[in-house]
Each structure stands twice: as structure tokens, then as C-alpha cells.
């Protein structure tokens, strides 16, 4: 047992050598007024922080998890506690433990403790954590587990990610693409997000459900995520396309994301999948890293049937979203897809109080993560559309209790909250849903900042493509502010600012490029096919000399010709114009794919 200093309640450490030099961290019983008091101690090499609280002092490892301290000693959750969740374990600096001596009473029958000592060891034994304790009361030993935790493993998660939408909002980039397959970011594709996240989490069965336009998606998956030293293990990618079966209801193709989701049910039963216990639907459009992992670990800490991540947004923004109000345990209590005026007032003002409460409760405030200054400028919380069933839940949701709903967001999620337990998580990194044009460029156009809120760039979890193969860009007498330049570009004597050019793009001399989302080329013209194109009046892919573009989204292929100016100087907000290769949607000009826009032409 520890040394006699040990019970002193004294910020020292003791002296571990009297005891040995092995042994596990300690719990010495203490009568000590209430306060709290902190001390490191060391074992073998390994630095154990402390809490002494009242009644006990906890010296735990750095992997510990926090319980909750209750009637009947420690249950499952994290309730009372600000901590961060990761894999499994916390990393925490103690343990603040009450009620345990009135649990220890209760189940030993021992009206007074006296000082004595616990001896925890932390064992991992079949996907759990478990706290096993030896509780010496005077000459009496118990052996108590305090806490049995669950560690999410990904082997038992499997992923849906949804990329069959019309793509509507993204029009006209969606005219011949679906939605997952436009390009973001010089070189990726929307499909890559989710996909990476997938793999960066250690989730390897992955379906993706598909639709509209779905062509070059298949094509892009099949590319980047079958081969390509990119190793699955026993999971697989599978394109999962809408189709028609016999009879009246497989006529159909996909009425909405639960109808997706559950004509593909059926796939469930298969012998491959008998381990998933819990099934993560993600949207193809959006753009934000993520370790579904804390989620799924989130998930199975609160005992939830569905777990909704959600993010704080204002009020310009809230009706684009499916809106919640949350509980103080963070469960879901309502769910409104997309309200507007009077309904959206509602949540906002309802939800305010709410957070007044929450800020009376110091524990409760941290567990929600938001200040005062936060709710007051953020005052809505947002569904990402990212959600986690547990597999029998969805099963019976979408086939047994609402076998005809068709929408998660609208239909399903807000039927649930009264029989099934419905938490929030809340995410609080960089999140952006490119769900109307507008968003799609101004998230393009802020990766070019120094200081982006979101950066592709980081080697430990980083996101795939499709290998390209393609030689470094070639500039010549360039002049270049706050851009992103992809690989394969010709860059002639050209001014680029506050832009986006993509792969294989071709600038020539005196061409100016700002505030512009240049998609790029499928395919290389060579030096002799150009100069023949342009013998013949034709134009080349790319851009022509001495052309002016500001604020536009120039798409795939398309050729501009020379002394071209597109600036939308008169501010039109909306115009159709396809018969002259070009749109403009929220004062945003987009030239189309392959369109060709005449030597000389003003926009």
C-alpha cells in the first residue's frame, strides 16, 4: 500500500519506492474537507495527475474515462464532465469522483469507512473498457468493476453516402454531372470528402447510392477508390445505382433519401454484413474532415438509437437547414426541416432560452460546447445531415414504423424523437453544405486565403483522387496573388488573384483572372493541334489573349476566346442565357461546359 504521507491529503507526491517499483495508480480513501487539490505522481516512468474531491483521491492514467459518479455508484456517460472523446478513452487530467462511498456502503454494508485503499487497473477486453477495483475497508477486501465502457470499433460501422439528388441547386454545373462529381478545390471532387473521411476513420464498408447523372461519378469512383494503393482490407466500395425491380413499388427510382435507403436494405442480411451494428448516412455534398469515429463513439457512450451532428449556425442561414432543440442531456426534443418565417422565429427564441439555462449550469454549458457570445451570434443549431442509426432501428423505422416515408430530414427523424432516443452531437470544426451555387464558390474561393478556415493539406488524414499523372504547371512571366494553380496548367504572361485554376487549364499572354473558380480540361490540346484550330477560325480549350473575367465559374472545356471581357458590370443577379454558353445565378457568371464564347464578346 502506499506510504503514510499518501492519506495526508497534501499536494505531494509520495515517495513510490516504499511500495516497490511496479504496481497500478491507487485510490487511497481520504476524510478531507470539500475542496479540490491537484498532484501528479509517478510510476515506472509514467506521469499519473490527481484529484483529490471531497472524498476520495483518483490517480488515474492519461487513457482513463470519466464516469459518472450517481446514486449506485458510475454509469455510462459523460454527463458533468468537459471532456473529448477518441476512440474509446479520454484523455483527461483526473477523475472527479462523489458518491462513491455511499455506493461502496450500499454494497458492502459498511456503515463507516475508514481510510483504506483501491487499486484500479484499466483491462480492454472484447471491444470494452473496464475499470476492475480491489477495495480494502479495514481487513476487508471487495473487488468492485466501477465502470464498463464500449469502444466503438470500425470494423462495425458501415457507411451510406447519398449522391443521387437531381443536383438542382448546383444548375448549371449539374447539367451533365451529378452533384458529388463537380470538382472542389482545383483537383478534387465533392464524392472525395465523405470517401476520405470514410477511410481516414478506418470505416472500409462504404456503398454510395446513385442516381442522376451518374456517369462520371461511377467513373471517378472506380478510378480513384478500386485499386490505387488505397487497401479496404475485408470492406469493399460499392456503387450502389437506383434501378427498377418487378412489381408496382419497384417501378420507382429513388423517391428521397430514406426511400434510397431503404430499397438497398436487403443488402443488410447479407453474411458480410451480419457484424455492422450501426449504419452512418452522409451527404455527398459537403465539405469539412471529420473522424466518424468520435461520432460513432458518441453514439454508443448515450445508448442512442440515432444520433444527429449538428452545428450552431445565425439567422441568414437557418432555413436552409433542418432545425433541433436539444435537451440538457443532449437529446433531440424537436426537429423542423427547414422552417420559415414564424416557425423559424420560433426556434431561434425557444432555443435561446434555452442556452440562458444552460449557462446557469457550468457542466451542462461545456458539455453543449457554447459560450454566451457564440448562441447570441449563432442562435440555431443546424442538422448536417449526417446521421448514425443503430442498425435495428433503421431496419424497423424504415420498414416496419414508416415503410412510407421517404425523407429523413422531414419525415422520419422528427416521427422518431417520441419512441426512440434521438442525441445531438455537436461538431465543431470547419463544416460547409454546398447546397446552392453561391456556396459552392464562395467555399472554392476561401481556400485560397492564407489562413483558410479548411485546408486539404494534412498528411494524417489526407484526401484521395483520382491520380492523374499529370507533369507540374509550366508559368511563364506570371503574376500570382492568392491562388491555387493545379497540376498540368500553361500559364502565359497572365495576371491570377483571388482564383481557382484547375487541372490542364490554359491562360494566355495578357489574360487577368479574378475572383474565378476555373474548372479546367479533360484532356490536353497539343502545341500543333492549337496552332492548328487556330488557323482554321476555331477556338482551343482555355482561355484567349488579353481576356478581363471577374466574379464567374468557368466549367470544364470551355473556350473563351481572345480579348474577351466577362465582369457582369451591371450587376444582373439572374439570367438564362445557354444559346450564348452562359448563366448567371446570384450575380455569379458561369460559363457553361464546352461552351465557346466569341473573340470580342462583352458579358
Known amino acids: 500500500?502506499?506510504?503514510?504521507?499518501?492519506?495526508?491529503?497534501?499536494?505531494?507526491?509520495?515517495?513510490?519506492?516504499?511500495?516497490?517499483?511496479?504496481?497500478?495508480?491507487?485510490?487511497?480513501?481520504?476524510?478531507?474537507?470539500?475542496?479540490?487539490?491537484?498532484?501528479?505522481?509517478?510510476?515506472?516512468?509514467?506521469?499519473?495527475?490527481?484529484?483529490?474531491?471531497?472524498?476520495?483521491?483518483?490517480?488515474?492514467?492519461?487513457?482513463?474515462?470519466?464516469p459518472i459518479a450517481g446514486k449506485i455508484g458510475f454509469a455510462n456517460g459523460d454527463s458533468g464532465f468537459g471532456v473529448e472523446n477518441r476512440r474509446g478513452t479520454v484523455k483527461g487530467k483526473g477523475l472527479m469522483i462523489n458518491g462513491l462511498s455511499r455506493s461502496l456502503r450500499a454494497d458492502t454494508g459498511v456503515r463507516g469507512i475508514r481510510p483504506g485503499v483501491i487499486s484500479s487497473v484499466m483491462t480492454s477486453d472484447n471491444g470494452r473498457d473496464t475499470i476492475s477495483t480491489n477495495v480494502r475497508i479495514g481487513l476487508q477486501t471487495e473487488q468492485i468493476r466501477i465502470y464498463?465502457?464500449?469502444?466503438?470499433?470500425?470494423?462495425?460501422?458501415?457507411?451510406?453516402?447519398?449522391?443521387?439528388?437531381?443536383?438542382?441547386?448546383?444548375?448549371?454545373?449539374?447539367?451533365?454531372?451529378?452533384?458529388?462529381?463537380?470538382?472542389?478545390?482545383?483537383?478534387?471532387?465533392?464524392?472525395?470528402?465523405?470517401?476520405?473521411?470514410?477511410?481516414?476513420?478506418?470505416?472500409?464498408?462504404?456503398?454510395?447510392?446513385?442516381?442522376?447523372?451518374?456517369?462520371?461519378?461511377?467513373?471517378?469512383?472506380?478510378?480513384?477508390?478500386?485499386?490505387?494503393?488505397?487497401?479496404?482490407?475485408?470492406?469493399?466500395?460499392?456503387?450502389?445505382?437506383?434501378?427498377?425491380?418487378p412489381g408496382e413499388a419497384g417501378m420507382n427510382w429513388f423517391q428521397g433519401t430514406a426511400d434510397a435507403?431503404?430499397?438497398?436494405?436487403?443488402?443488410?442480411?447479407?453474411?458480410?454484413?451480419?457484424?455492422?451494428?450501426?449504419?452512418l448516412i452522409l451527404s455527398g455534398d459537403q465539405l469539412y474532415r471529420m473522424d466518424y469515429m468520435d461520432f460513432v463513439q458518441n453514439h454508443i457512450d448515450r445508448n442512442a438509437d440515432i444520433t444527429v451532428s449538428c452545428v450552431p449556425v445565425g439567422e441568414s442561414r437557418a432555413s436552409d437547414y433542418g432545425l433541433m432543440k436539444i435537451d440538457s442531456t443532449g437529446r433531440v426534443s424537436q426537429f423542423y426541416e427547414k422552417p420559415k418565417s414564424a416557425d423559424l422565429k420560433a426556434m431561434a427564441s425557444s432555443y435561446s432560452?434555452?442556452?440562458?439555462?444552460?449557462?446557469?449550469?457550468?457542466?451542462?454549458?461545456?458539455?453543449?460546447?457554447?459560450?454566451?457570445?457564440?448562441?447570441?451570434?449563432?442562435?440555431?443549431?443546424?442538422?448536417?445531415?449526417?446521421?448514425?442509426?443503430?442498425?435495428?432501428?433503421?431496419?424497423?423505422?424504415?420498414?416496419?414504423?414508416?415503410?412510407?416515408?421517404?425523407?429523413?430530414?422531414?419525415e422520419i427523424l422528427p416521427s422518431a424523437l417520441n419512441q426512440h432516443n434521438v442525441q445531438a452531437y455537436l461538431f465543431r470544426d470547419y463544416w460547409e453544405d454546398i447546397g446552392t451555387l453561391k456556396s459552392f464558390y464562395d467555399a472554392n474561393l476561401a481556400l485560397t486565403k492564407e489562413s483558410s478556415k479548411f485546408q486539404f493539406y494534412d498528411p494524417k488524414t489526407?484526401?484521395?483522387?483520382?491520380?492523374?499523372?499529370?507533369?507540374?504547371?509550366?508559368?511563364?512571366?506570371?503574376?500570382?496573388?492568392?491562388?491555387?494553380?493545379?497540376?498540368?496548367?500553361?500559364?502565359?504572361?497572365?495576371?491570377i488573384e483571388h482564383s481557382i485554376v484547375g487541372e490542364r487549364s490554359r491562360?494566355?499572354?495578357?489574360?487577368?483572372?479574378?475572383?474565378?473558380?476555373?474548372?479546367?480540361?479533360?484532356?490536353?490540346?497539343?502545341?500543333?493541334?492549337?496552332?492548328?484550330?487556330?488557323?482554321?477560325?476555331?477556338?482551343?480549350?482555355?482561355?484567349?489573349?488579353?481576356t478581363k473575367i471577374r466574379n464567374c465559374i468557368i466549367d470544364k472545356n470551355a473556350k473563351i476566346g481572345n480579348d474577351v471581357i466577362i465582369m457582369n458590370k451591371d450587376g444582373v443577379q439572374e439570367a438564362d442565357r445557354s444559346s450564348e454558353g452562359f448563366y448567371i445565378r446570384s450575380g455569379i457568371t458561369v460559363i457553361l461546359e464546352k461552351a465557346k464564347i466569341k473573340d470580342g464578346t462583352v458579358i
Open 261 to 279: 435507403v431503404r430499397q438497398f436494405l436487403w443488402l443488410f442480411e447479407d453474411a458480410r454484413n451480419k457484424e455492422i451494428e450501426n449504419i
Open 1 to 66: 500500500m502506499p506510504p503514510a504521507s499518501f492519506f495526508s491529503g497534501q499536494k505531494t507526491s509520495p515517495d513510490w519506492t516504499e511500495m516497490g517499483s511496479t504496481g497500478p495508480p491507487f485510490i487511497p480513501f481520504v476524510r478531507s474537507p470539500p475542496s479540490v487539490r491537484y498532484g501528479n505522481t509517478w510510476v515506472d516512468g509514467r506521469v499519473f495527475e490527481s484529484v483529490v474531491m471531497d472524498s476520495c483521491l483518483a490517480n488515474m492514467g492519461t487513457r482513463t474515462h470519466f
Open 507 to 546: 491562360l494566355d499572354s495578357g489574360v487577368e483572372l479574378k475572383d474565378t473558380l476555373m474548372m479546367g480540361a479533360d484532356s490536353y490540346q497539343t502545341e500543333l493541334e492549337i496552332a492548328s484550330l487556330l488557323a482554321e477560325g476555331e477556338m482551343p480549350i482555355g482561355v484567349g489573349r488579353n
Open 462 to 495: 489526407p484526401f484521395f483522387t483520382s491520380p492523374r499523372f499529370l507533369p507540374p504547371t509550366k508559368m511563364d512571366n506570371c503574376k500570382i496573388k492568392d491562388a491555387i494553380i493545379s497540376h498540368g496548367c500553361f500559364l502565359r504572361e497572365c495576371t
Open 148 to 245: 464498463e465502457k464500449q469502444v466503438a470499433e470500425p470494423k462495425n460501422v458501415a457507411s451510406i453516402i447519398l449522391g443521387g439528388g437531381a443536383g438542382t441547386q448546383l444548375f448549371p454545373l449539374t447539367s451533365r454531372t451529378a452533384t458529388p462529381a463537380v470538382p472542389v478545390g482545383g483537383c478534387y471532387k465533392l464524392i472525395d470528402i465523405p470517401m476520405s473521411n470514410c477511410i481516414n476513420s478506418g470505416i472500409n464498408k462504404i456503398f454510395v447510392l446513385t442516381q442522376f447523372n451518374s456517369a462520371s461519378l461511377h467513373r471517378h469512383i472506380s478510378r480513384t477508390y478500386h485499386g490505387n494503393a488505397i487497401n479496404f482490407g475485408d470492406g469493399f466500395v460499392e456503387v450502389l445505382a437506383a434501378t427498377q425491380t
Open 353 to 410: 432560452d434555452l442556452l440562458l439555462t444552460f449557462l446557469a449550469l457550468e457542466v451542462d454549458t461545456r458539455r453543449l460546447g457554447l459560450s454566451r457570445e457564440e448562441a447570441v451570434v449563432n442562435p440555431y443549431i443546424a442538422s448536417m445531415g449526417v446521421y448514425l442509426f443503430k442498425t435495428d432501428v433503421l431496419l424497423e423505422l424504415l420498414t416496419q414504423r414508416y415503410p412510407t416515408a421517404n425523407d429523413f430530414g422531414s
